[in-house]
């Protein structure tokens, strides 16, 4: 069964000048583009909660489209020393029982849920003018031979 949805991407993290009119923003890597995400994904009507900022890692941040679904959203720099322009985005349920499969337990969204989230965080990307390159895969790193470039529909539910 298909758990997660991974995205890597090129974009440029530059903030717009509306919360930082003097030029002297500072911030961790990851931190505007994951707003971004978080406030967009508000505008659709998901349910998300406060930004994690794991140190010096990268962000997270989980997204609920009712008590049903709850998934997390991962984003972390990719080892990009050049450019800092390479992302790696995960999708995942936010509750995995890798144990608990064995007396029935269910992880927190199905693989629909994590592809809508999917394709609602691909539209709004795509609205970054820096935004390049997307390669898509389920459920590991998405390299030339297995990605999309869009988030493509789970194969099955099971």
């Known amino acids: 069964m298909a758990i997660s949805l991974n995205l890597r991407f090129q974009a440029s ?3 717009d000048g509306k919360d930082d009119p003097d030029g002297d923003y500072e911030h961790f890597r ?3 583009l994951m707003s971004k995400i978080s406030d967009g994904l508000k505008k659709l009507a998901w349910k998300v909660s406060d930004i994690e900022f794991w140190r010096d890692l990268g ?4 997204s609920y489209d009712s008590e ?14 050049e450019f800092h322009r390479e992302w790696v985005l995960q999708i995942t ?5 890798f144990f608990g499969r064995l007396l029935g337990q269910k992880p927190s969204a199905t ?14 990307l795509k609205k970054e003018s820096s935004f390049e390159m997307p390669r898509w895969s389920w459920d590991g790193p998405p390299n030339d031979k297995i990605a999309t470039p869009e988030p493509q529909p789970p194969e099955s539910e099971n």
């Open 13 to 15: 993290e530059e903030c």
């Open 30 to 32: 990851g931190e505007i």
């Open 59 to 62: 962000w997270s941040v989980c």
């Open 68 to 81: 049903r679904a709850k998934l997390e959203v991962i984003l972390v720099p990719f080892l990009d020393k």
């Open 93 to 97: 349920p936010k509750n995995i029982p």
């Open 111 to 124: 693989p629909s849920d994590v592809y809508q989230l999917a394709c609602d965080i691909h539209s709004l």
